[in-house]
């Protein structure tokens, strides 16, 4: 404003031209995928092998901090190696993964707590370190008593759909693999020394 209270125009144009720079930086940043696969948690059906169950029935877990650093996704989807399509889920990718190990350790009999203030249950830590079509990697810890009792990383291939277009079957595909990480979590001897 000048002296005289009145508004200079070169400070409103600077104001509009920031907005704009802004808005276009962050259409930009964007990624925008082709196609789109909706995952949802419910649809979810954990498939754990009886040998899994019967070691961890009436086992108790916590469920604590399930982090995602993957920088190529986005908080609520992943993407295929080539960008075209994105697996879009209704919650933050770490959450939709917790649910899912909580549904699965359901499952399998355990009873599953979140920031328990039990110090002598397990706690299980999860990060995800890359998640596309094609593959899902992800690393864990086990505290006790505030002790890290084992680490691990996984990788976790996904199975090839032929047809690109086949989206009924990546979808459940994207499934699978999730099935797939939580069995390789609990079939891991570290983890179930974990337990003892």
């Known amino acids: 404003m000048d002296r005289i209270g009145k508004r200079r125009y070169t400070a409103r144009g600077v104001m509009f031209f920031s907005l704009l720079l802004a808005a276009a930086w962050m259409l930009a940043s ?19 092998p009886k040998d899994v ?3 961890y029935s009436g086992k108790t877990i916590d469920l604590n901090d399930f982090v995602n650093n993957d920088q ?3 908080r609520y989807a992943y993407f295929s190696t080539d ?32 920031d328990s203030p039990i110090s002598t249950i397990p706690d299980l ?3 995800i370190d890359r998640w596309t079509d094609e593959e899902f990697d992800f690393s ?6 505030g002790v890290l009792k084992y680490k691990n990383q996984y990788k976790i291939k996904t199975a090839l759909v032929s047809d690109p277009k086949d989206f ?11 099935n797939q990480a939580v069995v390789a979590v609990l079939k891991d001897p570290g983890v179930k020394a974990a337990f003892k």
């Not at 009924?168 to 999730?178: G, H, V």
Request: hydrophobic share 45%; aromatic share 10%.
């Open 53 to 55: 169950t019967s070691f």
């Open 140 to 145: 864990i810890r086990i505290e006790r008593n």
């Open 83 to 114: 960008a075209k399509t994105a697996y879009e889920v209704s919650v933050p990718l770490d959450y939709f993964v917790m649910d899912c190990f909580r549904d699965a350790m359901w499952m399998a009999g355990m009873q599953v707590a979140h």
């Open 168 to 178: 009924a079957n990546r979808e459940k595909n994207a499934y699978t693999t999730i």
């Open 30 to 48: 964007c990624v925008v995928a082709e196609n789109k696969i909706l995952l949802q948690r419910h649809l979810y059906k954990p498939e754990i």
């Open 72 to 74: 190529k996704t986005k």
């Open 125 to 127: 830590k999860l990060i």
